[in-house]
């Protein structure tokens, strides 16, 4: 991964804020959670939008034979659990932390029935099927001591970034008595090297703005709100998206709130606000370019819905306009290849 908007674009599966608890047998969500997923956004939704709830680490979906790397130095130890993390390799950091790496394939494990030091960046593994799984993907997960209150999220708790006012982190605050005695939530410290590329700016109502990120940009005119506002944008993972005939552009995922002087969210802005998107960088081969749109996340319908756009040919950025914030994402019909490769000649039908 060369930077967090590749490595988050690759989250399959969250860390649950709420009950963080799989695996352990002394205490379980209510059942009235047990279909959502809150991440380490302070974004909530149930399956199959978000994944999955009780989830303890992170899945990134990885192409199988894809090498898996120490993320520090310490003493790596191999365990195989076949209805669990399969081929696991667990490292002790000597510090506190533990990193845990699951569902790896047999061969290419830095570690078998004895424990070896491995430093950072180490090929510990390769991405496989192993264990409990539907597909290719690893399996990543940090705890502190390894008793279930100490499970952490490497992303901390990042949703008091996005709202004016404070937003607690449940799994920090959340206590619980079973019978191995009382167990209190952990605090979740932002582990990653790297950090994610938040975009922060304050707006006047008096002004003409823009903000960028990447190949993202805003465009507000003044009077876009009766007052300033501060608008939050930071890349975003990537969408389920429900619909089979749908396909997402990498690299457009993007996440955009604002909020008022007073720290209350903005419904809807005065004028439409335009969001250009560059793809010049992007893989359109996939989809027809024809019908490549902006879609947001609407939460009363549940659905992905797409903006009218537009797509330059020549410059190939998209744009669209929006009066309320979301999250946003490029997508477009999937092309039939089949149909791509078909051509009539002469009233003959063939297949080149």
């Known amino acids: 991964m060369q930077n967090q908007q590749e490595l988050i674009e690759k989250i399959y599966s969250f860390f649950d804020h709420e009950y963080p608890l799989l695996g352990y047998p002394y205490h379980t969500e209510p059942a009235n959670t047990g279909n959502t997923t809150l991440n380490f956004l302070g974004d909530r939704n149930t399956q199959p939008y978000m994944y999955y709830s009780s ?22 130890h191999y365990e195989f659990q076949p209805n669990g993390l399969g081929h696991s ?29 491995v430093n950072t960046g180490d090929v510990i593994g390769f991405v496989g099927n192993s264990g409990n799984s539907t597909g290719p993907h690893l399996h990543f997960a940090v705890t502190k001591t390894g008793s279930p209150s100490a499970r952490v999220d490497p992303y901390a708790w990042q949703a008091e970034i996005f709202s004016a006012g404070p ?16 167990h209190t939530g952990s605090k979740s410290p932002y582990l990653w090297n790297t950090t994610t590329n938040t975009v922060t700016k304050y707006i006047s109502p008096v002004e003409q703005s823009t903000l960028a990120l990447g190949n993202r940009n805003l465009i507000m005119d003044k009077d876009t709100s009766y007052g300033g506002f501060t608008i939050y944008i930071s890349p975003g993972f990537t969408p389920r998206v429900t619909d089979a005939l749908l396909s997402y552009i990498a690299g457009t995922s993007t996440i955009i709130n604002a909020y008022e002087n007073l720290g209350g969210p903005i419904a809807a ?26 879609y947001f996340w609407n939460d009363s319908t549940q659905r992905w819905e797409a903006l009218q756009s537009f797509f330059n040919l020549d410059d190939k950025k998209i744009t669209a306009q929006t ?30």
């Open 269 to 294: 802005f005065l004028k439409p606000i335009t969001i250009e998107i560059d793809l010049t960088n992007a893989n359109l081969d996939d989809v027809k370019q024809n019908t490549l749109s902006i």
């Open 323 to 352: 009066f309320h914030f979301s999250h946003f994402a490029v997508m477009g019909e999937v092309k039939n290849a089949f149909e791509d490769a078909a051509a009539v000649k002469n009233a003959t039908f063939t297949v080149q």
């Open 167 to 182: 937003k607690p982190d449940p799994w920090e605050n959340y206590a619980w008595t079973d019978q191995t005695g009382p």
């Open 55 to 76: 989830h303890d680490g992170y899945d990134f979906s990885l192409r199988e034979s894809t090498p898996v790397l120490a993320s520090a130095g310490g003493i790596a």
């Open 89 to 117: 390799i667990t490292i002790d950091h000597q510090n506190g932390y533990q990193t845990i790496y699951g569902h790896m394939q047999s061969s290419g494990l830095i570690a078998g029935t004895n424990d070896v030091m």
